[in-house]
């Protein structure tokens, strides 16, 4: 399965396949004390980081 990103530097979207995807998470401390956790998944094309948001929910159905 192929996930969709989107190459600012082209400007157009590109289909990377899910073996090449590394999944993160950003955690940072909020105000009230908090913290908040971004899923995302990140990929190398033509020698440029690429990083796409996603949910919870598709970040654990990746493997990875």
Known sequence: M???FYDVK???K???EEGDI???KY???LKDG???IRYAFRAKYKDRQLT?????AD???VKG
Do not use: G, H, L, N
């Open 2 to 4: 192929a996930i969709e």
């Open 10 to 12: 082209e400007r157009k």
């Open 14 to 16: 590109v289909q990377i």
């Open 22 to 24: 590394a999944k993160t």
């Open 27 to 29: 955690e940072r401390k």
């Open 34 to 36: 908090s913290v908040q």
């Open 52 to 56: 796409k948001f996603c949910s919870k």
């Open 59 to 61: 970040w654990d159905k």
